[in-house]
Structures are given as C-alpha cells and as structure tokens.
C-alpha cells in the first residue's frame, strides 16, 4: 500500500472512530507539546492535568495530552472533550495494561 493510501486510509478511520486511543509519552514529550503552541481546553487538578494542541489534525480532531500522577499520555480526540473524557481515556489505557487506576 502506497504512503497516500495509507495516510487517507489512517485519517479515514480516525474520523470514523472519533479519535485514537491514549497511548503512554514521556514527561519531555508532554512537557514540549505543552510548550509549541498555546494550550486549549487547559485543565490542571491536584493529580491530573490535560489539553489539547490548538492545531487541528484532521475534521474535529486533535491531539489531547495528560498527565495522571507522574505518568503522561497522548491521544487524538475530538477537541470538545472534557477533562473527565480524556482522563476516562487514560482510565481505559491503563486498565488494558493490566494496572489499577
């Protein structure tokens, strides 16, 4: 499969599926989209945090990136999600690792 097809192919399936699942970053990757561009949707509690990159990916959709404790994560979303969304995101991606949380 060509690179165009596969990348139509990719974002087709992202609008489809109303974003990707969260997948686990490092605390530089999150700290670095932080800092690239102004953050949208900012929410920061005592144990968690998350925003999205103001540039849109494709359709509504966005990069999201969070921080629950001292782990950080990263997913596309759609950029009208709430906080409690993106981290019932996380939520999940942790519990498919097999860990509490």
Known sequence: MNDQIYNQTYW????????????EVTEQRFMEMLE??????????????SFMVIECQT??????????????????APGDCKHAD?????????ANQGETA
């Open 86 to 94: 993106i981290m019932r995101n996380v939520g999940i991606f942790i």
């Open 36 to 49: 690239v561009l102004p953050p949208g949707n900012w929410t920061r509690r005592e144990d968690s945090e």
């Open 12 to 23: 087709d399936n992202l609008r489809k599926n109303n974003g990707e699942p969260a997948h």
């Open 59 to 76: 359709a509504n959709l966005y990069t999201w990136l969070a921080r629950l404790g001292d782990r950080y994560f990263e997913m596309i």
